[in-house]
């Protein structure tokens, strides 16, 4: 049976719990005030909670428990499990952090960060630790001086971030101090973990140490980076569901901090750390458009309730643990006096770590001046973190190895660091950002906003002229009434903007930050494309990634975004590998087509992109001579990429009609998808009628994205009859050779075959681009289209191959082997004639360019047929027309070196023009005497 004091017990038990809610509550109402109070202000909101906490945990003691439900709720917290009390809150916070970032940022910034991250918070730990054991009269061990060193060695100045944004402080100096904040939480815990361990029994040698800092830290990057690709995998099968996808996030950030701390004893802090700058790096596009926007509203506000609780407890924790402690108030009176010298001391240690390491980070990164690493010693806050202290003060009752007083002066100590340096440093940023004259706009702004100013004033009167005198309301609004509501614009007075002004800002306007403004418009137009579905997510990680690192390179020359891309849209080295001959062939087409495909994606998203820009700073700027400058340079830009995209159009036509299709199709039902939502909001569509339009419009984008229209290259079959020179050929013939003849997809810069080399076969080129390199200083000779053969001369003649051939481009083609050429020869008089015709067009081509370079291969054959006919020299059409073929060559011959006298003597011109004529009249006179 239940006795009655167990149930009076559970009873109890279940009023604590509610009362506790009751708690968060009145916490959350309380946050809500005072961010609202406290909004414009330059208090920061953190350091105002953490005083409501101390206040209501005074409060509650100083009554003896007064405070009825609402005080049981607060000592139900105050007696929370510190473990606890981190991970409900932490992996909210450090993944809302880390996924806010800029990627771009933190990569230039790394080795900043880790300088002050490692050896910053070891020389901290290691100072503030020897002034525990030095200066202060507690006679603690060397472990547990550096115990309480660790936790209060690192800097969690979250607090002051959003403050010194708004202040207008550099990027780089804000990513330094959050990208310092969240590491130093993660390395803060392992180094607690580490003293922890020693102060409570455990040995360590300097092995140990090494190794399990390094399973702590890089055990935990595993894991968090594990959880971040399979969750991100999972992401890719869902499909325009912000619930699933943010509560996908939610779970995975605990269950990966739980599953690092608790499975697999490693660094819980640093999991969620490096999952966070995961999904920051790769899993932001995963989200775009209105969900992107629910995304970070979602995760602002979780981690705005986690920052609310999580300081009003500190302050509840630090008062309920100090307060309840007479020892502190009585037996310790100095102890207050050891906490302003602690809070000298950890301004000391934070001034002499910046101080040793300011040379590296002058040289690393961006860079950081003086004024800079002011702010950075000042912005040394203490925060959540140093709550691990309540894990000592917890086993001070019942360990052996830490008293309670110990554990008592643990908690007293970190929370009056804490208090101190968000009271004194959070509120006087401010103050120590203005004297060092750091919170200056620089002259290029101050023109820009002016100049803006003047915009809004002129677009203010023309909204005015439309709207002042409607049909519904008169008499009309007069324009000085509505003037005095427009503050915003008081320093834009209109009677002192003239045409002169305008032009002089913008005329001093410098181009680096014109080239920025052009920059930032080509990277919104990028996010654009990808909400309409243009572009994909690794497409768009690609390109905004091209314009984060041209934006560290504005000040330096002329635009170069493209150089980043251009890595995008070649074919990299170990493509070579599918050329081989083992590879399957459908396969390697099909990794060549695909990164075709993604080639025209890249480049004709950054003409877009450019585009777009261009005509929103010239309708902002006007033809002024700066701004068409940088509209110049952003053309220009654009040039590689139409060749490229004008390339991929000769090459293979096929890939750029599947890109055009996706982004066809996606524009079209995005489209789709806003005209029912304006037919919704306008009455003439009900909500379920909404509904299942927009179910069935998604349905579609969905088909769309995930089963995009393939590359169809056409059929061997048809290309191979579509071939001029075979198709010339008989059809028993035709279909003899169709049966032997090898498809193959050629990268660029591949040799087909090498002069010199022994004649294996014939080459017909079907797409692309190819190179013909003569050796025997004649030019380049660049062929582009369908139809051309390479080889047939060699392979007829059984000579080496007389040039190199060379793909400018991929190119599709067919090899037909020499065995196979050589054998149709004796079959067919009519057969030989073809390919003995065929042979003398492509070496024309190839020997003398300057006759054949503006024609096709089909006028090229007509020009050899019509002089063939012209005149009957000698009976036998085979030697006439090979005695023909000897005239037009050196007819040409002549012509390009200027001489226009008729042929009369072929043999007596070898002693005034060489080899390369001696070439021309060998070549033609093997076919002919071939034919005799």
Same mark, same amino acid.
Not at 302 to 314: C, E, G, P, Q, R
Not at 781 to 809: Q, W
């Given at each position: 049976?239940?006795?009655?004091?167990?149930?009076? !017990?559970?009873?109890?038990?279940?009023?604590?719990?509610?009362?506790?809610?009751?708690?968060?509550?009145?916490?959350?109402?309380?946050?809500?005030?005072?961010? $609202?109070?406290?909004?414009?202000?330059?208090?920061?909101?953190?350091?105002?909670?953490?005083?409501?906490?101390?206040?209501?945990?005074?409060?509650?003691?100083?009554?003896?428990?007064?405070?009825?439900?609402?005080?049981?709720?607060?000592?139900? &917290?105050? /007696?929370?499990?510190?473990?606890?009390?981190?991970?409900?809150?932490?992996?909210?916070?450090?993944?809302?952090?880390?996924?806010?970032?800029?990627?771009?940022?933190?990569? #230039?910034?790394?080795?900043?960060?880790?300088?002050?991250?490692?050896?910053?918070?070891?020389?901290?730990?290691?100072?503030?630790?020897?002034? =525990?054991?030095?200066?202060?009269?507690?006679?603690?061990?060397?472990?547990?001086?550096?115990?309480?060193?660790?936790?209060?060695?690192?800097?969690?100045?979250?607090?002051?971030?959003?403050?010194?944004?708004?202040?207008?402080?550099?990027?780089?100096?804000?990513?330094?101090?959050?990208?310092?904040?969240?590491?130093?939480?993660?390395?803060?815990?392992?180094?607690?973990?580490?003293?922890?361990?020693?102060?409570?029994?455990?040995?360590?040698?300097?092995?140990?140490?090494?190794?399990?800092?390094?399973?702590?830290?890089?055990?935990?990057?595993?894991?968090?980076?594990? =959880?971040?690709?399979?969750?991100?995998?999972?992401?890719?099968?869902?499909?325009?569901?912000?619930?699933?996808?943010?509560?996908?996030?939610?779970?995975?950030?605990?269950?990966?901090?739980?599953?690092?701390?608790?499975?697999?004893?490693?660094?819980?802090?640093?999991?969620?750390?490096?999952?966070?700058?995961?999904?920051?790096?790769?899993?932001?596009?995963?989200?775009?458009?209105?969900?992107?926007?629910?995304?970070?509203?979602? &995760?602002?506000?979780?981690?705005?309730?986690?920052?609310?609780?999580?300081?009003?407890?500190?302050?509840?924790?630090?008062?309920?643990?100090?307060?309840?402690?007479?020892?502190?108030?009585?037996?310790?009176?100095?102890?207050?006096?050891?906490?302003?010298?602690?809070?000298?001391?950890?301004?000391?240690?934070?001034?002499?770590?910046?101080?040793?390491?300011?040379?590296?980070?002058?040289?690393?990164?961006?860079?950081?001046?003086?004024?800079?690493?002011?702010?950075?010693?000042?912005?040394?806050? !203490?925060?959540?973190?140093?709550?691990?202290?309540?894990?000592?003060?917890?086993?001070?009752?019942?360990?052996?190895?830490?008293?309670?007083?110990?554990?008592?002066?643990?908690?007293?100590?970190?929370?009056?660091?804490?208090?101190?340096?968000?009271?004194?440093?959070?509120?006087?940023?401010?103050?120590?950002?203005?004297?060092?004259?750091? /919170? #200056?706009?620089?002259?290029?702004?101050?023109?820009?906003?002016?100049?803006?100013?003047?915009?809004?004033?002129?677009?203010?009167? #023309?909204?005015?002229?439309?709207?002042?005198?409607?049909?519904?309301?008169?008499?009309?609004?007069?324009?000085?009434?509505?003037?005095?509501?427009?503050?915003?614009?008081?320093?834009?007075?209109?009677?002192?903007?003239?045409?002169?002004?305008?032009?002089?800002?913008?005329?001093?306007?410098?181009?680096?930050?014109?080239?920025?403004?052009?920059?930032?418009?080509?990277?919104?137009?990028?996010?654009?494309?990808?909400?309409?579905?243009?572009?994909?997510?690794?497409?768009?990680?690609?390109?905004?990634?091209?314009?984060?690192?041209?934006?560290?390179?504005?000040?330096?020359?002329?635009?170069?975004?493209?150089?980043?891309?251009?890595?995008?849209?070649?074919?990299?080295?170990?493509?070579? =590998?599918?050329?081989?001959? &083992?590879?399957?062939?459908?396969?390697?087409?099909?990794?060549?087509?695909?990164?075709?495909? =993604?080639?025209?994606?890249?480049?004709?998203?950054?003409?877009?992109? $450019?585009?777009?820009?261009?005509?929103?700073? $010239?309708?902002?700027?006007?033809?002024?001579?700066?701004?068409?400058?940088?509209?110049?340079?952003?053309?220009?830009?654009?040039?590689?990429?139409?060749?490229?995209?004008?390339?991929? !159009?000769?090459?293979?036509?096929?890939?750029? $009609?599947?890109?055009?299709?996706?982004?066809?199709?996606?524009?079209?039902?995005?489209?789709?998808?806003?005209?029912?939502?304006?037919?919704?909001?306008?009455?003439?569509?009900?909500?379920?009628?909404?509904?299942?339009?927009?179910?069935?419009?998604?349905?579609?984008?969905?088909?769309?994205?995930?089963?995009?229209?393939?590359?169809?290259?056409?059929?061997?079959?048809?290309?191979?009859?579509?071939?001029?020179?075979?198709?010339?050929?008989?059809?028993?013939?035709?279909?003899?050779?169709?049966?032997?003849?090898?498809?193959?997809?050629?990268?660029?810069?591949?040799?087909?075959?090498?002069?010199?080399?022994?004649?294996?076969?014939?080459?017909?080129?079907?797409?692309?681009?190819?190179?013909?390199?003569?050796?025997?200083?004649?030019?380049? /000779?660049?062929?582009?289209?369908?139809?051309?053969?390479?080889?047939?001369?060699?392979?007829?003649?059984?000579?080496?191959?007389?040039?190199?051939?060379?793909?400018?481009?991929?190119?599709?083609?067919?090899?037909?082997?020499?065995?196979?050429?050589?054998?149709?020869?004796?079959?067919?008089?009519?057969?030989?004639?073809?390919?003995?015709?065929?042979?003398?067009?492509?070496?024309?081509?190839?020997?003398?360019?300057?006759?054949?370079?503006?024609?096709?291969?089909?006028?090229?054959?007509?020009?050899?047929?019509?002089?063939?006919?012209?005149? !009957?020299?000698?009976?036998?059409?085979?030697?006439?027309?090979?005695?023909?073929?000897?005239?037009?060559?050196?007819?040409?011959?002549? #012509?390009?070196?200027?001489?226009?006298?008729?042929?009369?003597?072929?043999?007596?011109?070898?002693?005034?023009?060489?080899?390369?004529?001696?070439?021309?009249?060998?070549?033609?006179?093997?076919?002919?005497?071939?034919?005799?």
């Amino acid at each position: 049976m239940v006795s009655v004091s167990d149930e009076l !017990r559970e009873e109890a038990n279940v009023d604590s719990a509610i009362n506790s809610v009751l708690f968060v509550g009145i916490s959350l109402v309380v946050g809500v005030a005072s961010r $609202h109070i406290l909004k414009g202000t330059r208090v920061p909101y953190t350091a105002a909670l953490l005083v409501i906490g101390i206040a209501m945990g005074s409060l509650e003691y100083g009554s003896g428990h007064g405070l009825g439900k609402v005080g049981d709720g607060i000592r139900t &917290w105050a /007696n929370i499990n510190p473990d606890l009390l981190l991970a409900v809150f932490l992996p909210a916070l450090l993944f809302e952090s880390a996924f806010t970032m800029d990627v771009h940022q933190i990569k #230039k910034c790394m080795a900043q960060m880790l300088l002050l991250v490692g050896p910053g918070v070891l020389v901290s730990t290691f100072l503030l630790g020897s002034a =525990f054991k030095l200066m202060f009269p507690y006679n603690w061990s060397w472990k547990t001086s550096l115990l309480l060193g660790g936790l209060l060695g690192a800097t969690d100045p979250v607090a002051v971030v959003a403050f010194l944004k708004e202040l207008g402080a550099t990027k780089k100096l804000t990513t330094i101090i959050e990208g310092e904040s969240l590491m130093n939480d993660g390395l803060a815990i392992v180094i607690y973990t580490l003293f922890f361990r020693m102060v409570t029994g455990s040995n360590f040698n300097w092995g140990t140490v090494v190794k399990f800092f390094a399973t702590m830290s890089l055990g935990a990057v595993g894991i968090g980076m594990a =959880f971040g690709v399979a969750s991100y995998l999972w992401l890719g099968f869902v499909f325009d569901d912000t619930v699933v996808e943010i509560t996908l996030t939610l779970a995975v950030s605990y269950l990966a901090y739980f599953i690092a701390q608790e499975g697999a004893d490693v660094s819980g802090v640093l999991t969620v750390v490096a999952l966070g700058m995961f999904y920051a790096s790769v899993a932001r596009i995963a989200f775009k458009g209105e969900r992107k926007q629910s995304f970070l509203v979602f &995760w602002e506000m979780v981690a705005y309730i986690a920052n609310t609780l999580i300081f009003i407890l500190s302050g509840v924790i630090i008062a309920e643990g100090i307060l309840a402690n007479n020892n502190i108030l009585t037996h310790q009176e100095n102890a207050w006096r050891y906490l302003i010298l602690l809070y000298v001391l950890v301004q000391l240690s934070r001034a002499v770590v910046v101080g040793l390491l300011y040379p590296f980070l002058r040289y690393f990164g961006y860079g950081l001046e003086w004024k800079e690493a002011i702010v950075l010693v000042w912005s040394g806050l !203490r925060g959540a973190v140093s709550l691990s202290s309540l894990s000592v003060k917890q086993s001070s009752d019942t360990s052996a190895y830490i008293n309670r007083q110990t554990g008592t002066l643990f908690l007293f100590f970190t929370g009056g660091i804490v208090f101190l340096t968000l009271i004194v440093n959070g509120s006087t940023t401010q103050f120590v950002f203005q004297m060092i004259g750091m /919170n #200056k706009l620089s002259t290029d702004k101050r023109r820009i906003l002016h100049y803006t100013k003047c915009k809004m004033m002129t677009k203010a009167q #023309k909204v005015f002229g439309d709207l002042g005198d409607d049909e519904e309301l008169r008499p009309a609004a007069d324009w000085p009434t509505i003037r005095k509501y427009l503050t915003c614009l008081n320093d834009a007075d209109e009677e002192h903007i003239t045409a002169s002004d305008s032009d002089y800002f913008v005329d001093h306007m410098q181009l680096s930050d014109l080239r920025i403004r052009l920059l930032n418009g080509v990277q919104a137009a990028y996010r654009e494309m990808l909400i309409e579905g243009r572009i994909s997510q690794s497409a768009a990680y690609i390109l905004t990634q091209s314009v984060d690192e041209e934006l560290d390179m504005v000040s330096f020359g002329p635009l170069s975004d493209w150089n980043g891309l251009k890595a995008n849209i070649r074919f990299p080295n170990y493509y070579k =590998f599918l050329q081989t001959s &083992w590879f399957p062939r459908k396969l390697a087409n099909y990794f060549i087509v695909e990164r075709l495909e =993604f080639g025209c994606h890249i480049s004709a998203a950054f003409l877009r992109g $450019h585009r777009i820009a261009r005509q929103q700073l $010239h309708h902002f700027i006007g033809d002024t001579e700066i701004a068409l400058a940088i509209i110049d340079e952003s053309v220009d830009e654009g040039e590689e990429a139409k060749k490229f995209l004008e390339d991929v !159009r000769l090459t293979l036509p096929e890939v750029l $009609h599947v890109v055009k299709t996706k982004q066809v199709g996606c524009s079209v039902l995005n489209d789709l998808y806003k005209y029912v939502e304006d037919l919704e909001k306008v009455g003439l569509l009900g909500q379920t009628e909404l509904v299942h339009f927009q179910d069935a419009v998604q349905n579609d984008i969905k088909k769309l994205v995930r089963n995009l229209p393939s590359v169809k290259l056409p059929k061997a079959h048809d290309l191979i009859r579509s071939n001029p020179l075979l198709g010339a050929l008989p059809s028993a013939v035709r279909e003899q050779i169709t049966g032997s003849v090898n498809e193959a997809m050629k990268l660029q810069g591949v040799a087909l075959y090498k002069e010199g080399a022994k004649p294996n076969g014939v080459w017909l080129i079907s797409n692309g681009v190819v190179k013909c390199g003569i050796k025997r200083n004649l030019s380049f /000779n660049p062929t582009c289209e369908h139809g051309t053969t390479f080889g047939l001369y060699e392979v007829l003649t059984r000579k080496p191959y007389i040039c190199d051939i060379i793909t400018d481009s991929v190119v599709l083609c067919f090899f037909i082997e020499a065995e196979k050429i050589l054998s149709l020869l004796g079959t067919d008089h009519a057969v030989a004639d073809i390919l003995w015709r065929e042979s003398s067009i492509i070496v024309s081509k190839m020997l003398i360019p300057q006759i054949f370079e503006k024609m096709s291969m089909q006028e090229a054959r007509a020009f050899v047929v019509e002089r063939s006919t012209m005149s !009957r020299y000698i009976t036998g059409e085979t030697f006439e027309l090979a005695e023909n073929i000897i005239g037009l060559l050196l007819e040409g011959f002549l #012509k390009t070196m200027g001489s226009l006298e008729p042929v009369t003597a072929p043999a007596a011109l070898f002693s005034s023009y060489g080899e390369p004529l001696s070439y021309v009249v060998e070549t033609s006179a093997r076919v002919m005497m071939f034919n005799i």
